[in-house]
């Protein structure tokens, strides 16, 4: 009798730990990283794409309207400072220009004439005062040739503020004929030309975006300049270090550093105000692969610490808590750790964990919290997955 409620309770208790052994709660795969020492940056980036600029950049218009009458250059041309672009119809104020020369040429000979009499009469004029003074002849005879002596003199004065005058006049006709000519102020490269040879072109007037005639760049010297979120603005200062990365290089982090930061906030939206940045390039010869309007976005590195404890900023949970794994239990443990500066790759550690631990990164994974079984995901070993340094 006892015999047979033994092997009862046997059969029992061998089903009860078979139901167990089948409906036991699976342990979870997850992902671990070994903590380990490193770089670590704090950095700020832009909030709307930036862009790359020229740091000559003119767009020239004539200063009155006119007919183009001569296009010295195309689009893409390489232009030296001093040399003509463009020039209106102005063969009227070429024209004055001649008779203004021609002008100054008769009232130099008129100079000539007026001083020459002017001291032929001084002369006279001195050979009567000597024969009044011998009684030869009366004090208004020698007056008058006094007088006109004078008058000869003031003649000549004139004639020279006539040159004078005439030369003036030639300046206002080059003024007026250099409105109608576009020169280049700088060395540099004609991105785009609005107007054919021919066609009446007119300068904007004030409030009214006109297209310019001719939009000149100097290509050999460039930036980038980028809006950051005002936020961030007081942390920025000139001559930190920057990295700058194009749509159009991918992979091909270029290194600057920041050379302005606006003393204004732009307000593009009420919620969204951001001021302007400008970051130069380190290495000239990174500018060579860019074009001026290439959209660029812009991180700037506020701190930097080398070599030191660093966790991925993925593995943190809420309260700046992480998920280390327990190797003897198979098991997770929730702890507190005291973090330094950050970004989006790194977190520094500065309490709570030591090189060597290990955390999870899959928190996104159901199920994954404080206390579970779980079971190393393959490759996720110390040796695979340990944080290196860069």
């Known amino acids: 009798m006892i015999r047979r409620i033994l092997i009862v309770l046997f059969v029992i208790a061998s089903i009860g730990t078979a139901f167990w052994w089948f409906t036991r709660p699976k342990p979870i795969t997850v992902t671990l990283v070994e903590v380990g020492r490193g770089k670590v940056e704090a950095s700020v980036a832009n909030t709307r ?48 220009g001649n008779l203004a020369l021609a002008q100054v040429t008769s009232s130099k000979k008129r100079i000539a004439e007026a001083c020459a009499m002017a001291e032929n009469a001084e002369r006279e004029a001195g050979r009567m005062a000597e024969l009044r003074a011998k009684g030869f002849i009366s004090k208004s005879g020698e007056e008058k040739s006094r007088y006109e002596a004078q008058a000869r003199r003031a003649a000549c004065d004139a004639a020279r503020a006539d040159v004078n005058q005439a030369q003036a006049r030639v300046k206002v006709t080059q003024v007026e004929q250099n409105r109608t000519v576009l020169v280049a102020p700088f060395d540099g490269i004609v991105a785009d030309i609005v107007g054919e040879l021919g066609e009446y072109t007119t300068p904007s007037p004030p409030g009214v975006a006109t297209p310019p005639a001719i939009d000149l760049i100097d290509d050999s010297c460039l930036y980038i300049e980028a809006p950051m979120d005002e936020v961030d603005a007081p942390k920025i200062h000139i001559g930190q270090a920057a990295r700058v990365s194009l749509d159009a290089l991918p992979n091909q982090p270029l290194k600057g550093h920041v050379k302005r930061v606006a003393l204004y906030v732009v307000a593009v939206e009420k919620q969204a105000r951001t001021v302007d940045v400008e ?55 929730e702890r507190a750790i005291k973090t330094g500066i950050t970004n989006w790759e790194y977190t520094e550690v500065l309490e709570g964990l030591k090189a060597g631990d290990r955390i999870v990164t899959s928190l996104e994974r159901e199920g994954v919290k404080a206390g579970i079984k779980v079971v190393p995901e393959n490759g996720s070993d110390a040796a695979t997955n340990k944080i290196k340094a860069k």
Not at 51 to 63: K, M
Not at 65 to 73: H, K, Q, Y
Not at 299 to 313: A, H, N, Q
Not at 324 to 332: D, E, G, I, R, S
Request: proline letters at 4%; aromatic letters at 4%.
């Open 49 to 96: 794409a930036g862009s790359v600029e020229a740091c000559l950049r003119t767009r020239l218009s004539p200063i009155s309207g006119g007919r183009i009458a001569f296009l010295g250059v195309k689009k893409g041309d390489h232009v030296k400072k001093g040399q003509v672009l463009l020039r209106l119809w102005n063969d009227d104020q070429q024209a004055q």
């Open 279 to 333: 970051v130069s390039l380190d290495h000239p010869e990174d500018g060579k692969k860019l074009l001026v309007g290439y959209s660029a976005d812009v991180e700037i590195v506020l701190e930097s610490r080398e070599d030191t404890l660093r966790v991925p900023t993925t593995a943190l949970l809420e309260g700046n808590k992480v998920l280390v794994y327990q190797p003897a239990k198979q098991m997770l443990e």
